[in-house]
């Protein structure tokens, strides 16, 4: 993904591809998709925090663990850094704490 790319993500019901909805609910119904599309970024948190309970320190730990591969995908860059500061604001910790487990977001 480069810098300044803009990803989102619209769900349809299970076995439906873009041509058998839109046969099935109408050109309308799939604009209104389109428009109600997930970014990347709540994407990738909600469905990796689907199953955690970020109340408790070790859901918490979980999230960084299983969104920071995830993130060292991304290239380096501004984006990058977005979303290790996102994922230290779910988690509740310095952006530090982040950083220093990931090992490879820099700030600065």
Same mark, same amino acid.
């Given at each position: 993904?480069?810098?300044?790319?803009?990803?989102?993500?619209? #769900?349809?019901?299970?076995?439906?591809?873009? &041509?058998?909805?839109?046969?099935?609910?109408?050109?309308?119904?799939?604009? &209104?998709?389109?428009?109600?599309?997930?970014?990347?970024? &709540?994407?990738?948190?909600?469905?990796?925090?689907?199953?955690?309970?970020?109340?408790?320190?070790?859901?918490?730990?979980?999230?960084?663990?299983?969104?920071?591969?995830?993130?060292?995908?991304?290239?380096?860059? +501004?984006?990058?850094?977005?979303?290790?500061?996102?994922?230290?604001? #779910?988690?509740?910790? &310095?952006?530090? +704490?982040?950083?220093?487990?990931?090992?490879?977001?820099?700030?600065?």
């Amino acid at each position: 993904m480069k810098e300044g790319r803009r990803v989102r993500f619209i #769900l349809l019901p299970e076995g439906e591809d873009p &041509d058998s909805y839109i046969r099935k609910a109408g050109e309308a119904a799939f604009l &209104d998709r389109i428009q109600r599309a997930i970014p990347l970024s &709540d994407f990738l948190f909600e469905t990796v925090a689907a199953n955690l309970d970020l109340n408790y320190l070790d859901g918490r730990a979980q999230l960084i663990s299983l969104a920071k591969p995830l993130i060292q995908l991304l290239p380096a860059g +501004v984006l990058q850094q977005l979303f290790y500061d996102r994922l230290a604001e #779910l988690a509740g910790v &310095d952006l530090k +704490v982040v950083q220093n487990r990931s090992g490879s977001a820099s700030r600065g």
